[in-house]
């Protein structure tokens, strides 16, 4: 089987390729295909199942190198091993933003589940492990939405609870004190428009980048609400954040239940709330798994021994 496939527009293939073609190399090892560039277009040939599985490899490598602008060696054999967490079809909608990278989509089928909950329900929980993109896709599905006019505002917070540190301990003003906390948020925001865009909307106060106990009193309409890093929630501020819920919002509570930094008798509200709503209709729930982490390969390894050792007893070193 031969199959051509006519490569997105890139200026210089050499950092898709990789240096001398190494990631090329890699793809005619690992699936015993014949792979050949001519200008714009890769020659693909080889057994059918094989040439298949490349050709999604291919187009997993052109959309990490489109949108974050570098590709390495072990991008392609992380890629290589996601054949078990594969899918076909795309997310109902689109999550096109206001960035250059046009539409950001789910690399996996966990973030494929993950979008069309937020998009189908007003109240969406999602638990997973670090690098699963709980946090990214939201602000996408956000932006997105800001984008198409479905909404008017994004408010964006966070507890200001950190492995145990107190905001008073920290240097400067309040801005100064609470800007470590948020930053996540920024960096999730940045990667779906541009630093003017983004300091635009925030001075008009289209999208809000806030602590927690800044939510307190208000009614939320027309916006969509993300609760990050919720696990460290107590169950009265989520109780607090869950009722801030006004006409025409959405609203998307992420967290990594295995990471919370509450006191060790303090129960997390977010915990809580999912044990008491999740059955609810119009309430989504989504549970990423390590298969569906997408960021450095290592991170995948680090999850899965730190896991080891909790299930050995053993308490991890900080």
Known sequence: MEVIIQLDSIEDHTGLFGPADSHLRILRRALDVQITAREDNLIISGREKNVSEAM???DKMQKQFITKGILTDGDVRKFLTEKTNTFTGQSSEPLTVYSHKKVIEPLTKGQLKYIDTMLANDLTFCIGPAGTGKTYL???????MLKKKQVRRIILARPAVEAGEKLGFLPGD????VNPYLRPLFDALGDAMDYVQMKNFMEMDVIEI???????????????IICDEAQNTSPMQMLMVLTRLGRGSKMIITGDITQIDLDKNQKSGMVEAIEKLRRIKGIGYVELAKLDIVRHRLVQSIVQAYERDQTKGQRPVP
């Open 210 to 224: 806030i602590p927690l106990a800044f939510m307190r009193g208000r009614t939320l309409n027309e916006a969509v």
């Open 56 to 58: 999604e490899v291919v």
């Open 138 to 144: 939201a602000v996408a599905v956000a932006v997105s």
């Open 174 to 177: 309040l801005q100064a004190k």
